[in-house]
């Protein structure tokens, strides 16, 4: 089998093991539907804010992992940076657009840094140090958006290969736009204004017109 028919196998079983919706089905198993409780979201947040830590020490892992297996088999079997870069965006991408559920699932933070652990570590160091920045300051949001900025200027500056710096735009361009869904929708029924409604969903991940409590982002 030539490069490019691994490479597009790889692909596109990065993309399907991505996005097997790992929240739900834990959601499932401990009697929830994720789809119909808290913020409607699959993943880790969502079963962690409605089913409890348990769980969610499950699944986090779990997604994690989705995004390290198609880069370490991209890595193995074709030992092309291009398409190990190429598969850990597909992962991202299948998590937050599956096609198992119309194309509507979670964030991709966990299965993104997944993909990252097996990239270049000094990226994934910074992308743990930011997540831990963003929990110690209340603002865990804030912090995982913090470490996607970051992370492509990081690999750049610590060497990376070019295809991984590259790639890892477009898991911020997914971490927004996962921030970003349905967000024209519920707009239509939020009090507050456009650029104020805008800047809470892509910064603290919160939803149109919903109140602030204590501290920003806490």
């Known amino acids: 089998m030539n490069l490019y028919a691994q490479a597009a196998l790889i692909l596109v079983g990065a993309y399907l093991l991505g996005g097997i919706p790992t929240g739900w089905l834990m959601g499932r198993v401990v009697g929830i539907d994720l789809r119909r409780v808290g ?3 699959i993943g880790t947040s969502n079963l962690f804010r409605n089913a409890g830590w348990a769980p969610a020490a499950i699944v986090g892992p779990v997604q994690f992992v989705q995004g390290l297996l198609p880069v370490l088999a991209a890595q193995r079997l074709t ?8 598969a850990g965006l597909c992962a991202v991408i299948g998590n937050g657009w ?5 194309y509507n699932g979670g964030r991709g933070v966990a299965t993104a840094t997944g993909a990252v652990g097996l990239w270049w570590w000094p990226g994934f160091v910074f992308l743990l140090a930011a997540y831990l920045a963003g929990w110690l300051g209340r603002k865990i949001p804030v912090g995982v958006l913090g470490g996607f900025i970051g992370l492509p200027v990081v690999l750049w500056l610590s060497g990376s290969p070019g295809p991984y710096a590259i790639a890892a735009v477009g898991l911020l361009i997914c971490i927004c736009l996962r921030r970003l869904e349905g967000y024209a929708d519920e707009r239509k029924g939020s009090p507050r204004a456009p650029a104020d409604g805008l800047w809470e969903r892509i910064v603290y991940d919160r939803q149109p017109g919903q109140r602030l409590v204590g501290p920003r982002g806490s």
């Not at 030992?79 to 190429?86: H, M, N, R, S, Y």
């Open 39 to 41: 913020t409607g979201k």
């Open 79 to 86: 030992g092309d940076t291009l398409v190990a870069a190429g």
């Open 98 to 102: 599956p096609a198992y559920f119309r």
